[in-house]
């Protein structure tokens, strides 16, 4: 399955902005789907992840009740809708496929990545 990562763009504090993870090749309704991201010198961190039915989902503290992440499995994506950004959360944002249908933070479970797409917050 190919990702497909978009959305990302420039805004300003407290802004917003609305991510889009797109699956081509194989449908992934039965995929796990997670959000991460990387700033620069620094690692690849778990954001928002997703289970393959969508009733189960996961956060990292510091996007807890700004973020949230959603699927729509007949448009084979998921979003991950980013309200009251800090310029904290600037990073390359990258989606991830679970085979396992899982939600989890954990990085090496996921067999599939997107490209990243770019998010800058600034202050």
């Known amino acids: 399955v190919q990702l497909q990562a978009c959305g990302g763009g420039l805004v300003q504090a407290g802004g917003s902005l609305k991510l889009s993870c797109v699956a081509s090749g194989r449908t992934f309704s039965s995929y796990g789907v997670g959000w991460f991201r990387q700033a620069p010198g620094k690692e690849r961190e778990f954001v928002a992840a997703i289970s393959w039915h969508g009733r189960n989902t996961g956060y990292v503290d510091s996007v807890k009740g700004r973020f949230t992440i959603s699927r729509d499995n007949a448009k084979n994506a998921v979003f991950l809708q980013m309200n009251s950004l800090k310029p904290e959360d600037t990073a390359v944002y990258y989606c991830?496929?679970?085979?396992?249908?899982?939600?989890?933070?954990?990085?090496?479970?996921?067999?599939?990545w997107g490209q990243g797409t770019v998010v800058t917050v600034s202050s």
């Open positions: 991830a496929a679970d085979s396992r249908g899982y939600y989890t933070s954990n990085y090496h479970a996921y067999d599939y």
